[in-house]
């Protein structure tokens, strides 16, 4: 893993390097003494620090298109919903107006009525003539 033993990656890692160590790596001294200590180290995964950095793009993405998805399938349903109450509808609407038809007859009901009264009248005065009150 030389590629990543870079002073580029240790400063990326969060390691501030001097410019003696900074010439000492890239003459390969590794175990160049600067300040009467080891040169440092570059963090020991540095990739798996690139990766974590740059996951989180992606899983924005992921939950972006579920979340998409998620809302497609919700319009949808309400559309398709929509569409069978209207449906319903015209045929509510045409059963109300088969009911106005069939009614519609029922015209002559007040002329019914008064003859029906006017015959139960004649009926009250003839018991009366036939019983003498």
């Not at 900074?22 to 200590?37: L, S």
């Not at 038809?101 to 029922?106: A, F």
């Amino acid at each position: 893993m030389r590629g990543l033993d870079t002073p580029e990656v240790a400063e990326y890692a969060g390691a501030r390097l001097s410019d003696s160590v900074r010439r000492a790596w890239k003459r390969g001294d590794e175990d160049a003494q600067v300040g009467g200590g080891p040169a440092p180290r570059p963090p020991r995964c540095p990739v798996h620090a690139l990766i974590a950095a740059s996951s989180g793009w992606t899983v924005g993405l992921v939950l972006g298109i579920a979340g998409i998805a998620v809302t497609a399938v919700i319009v949808i349903t309400i559309v398709a919903l929509a569409m069978r109450i209207a449906k319903q509808a015209e045929t509510a609407e045409g059963a109300v107006e088969v009911v106005r038809r069939q009614t519609s007859g029922l015209d002559g009901i007040a002329r019914i009525n008064d003859s029906g009264v006017r015959i139960l009248h004649a009926a009250r005065a003839l018991r009366k003539v036939a019983v003498g009150k």
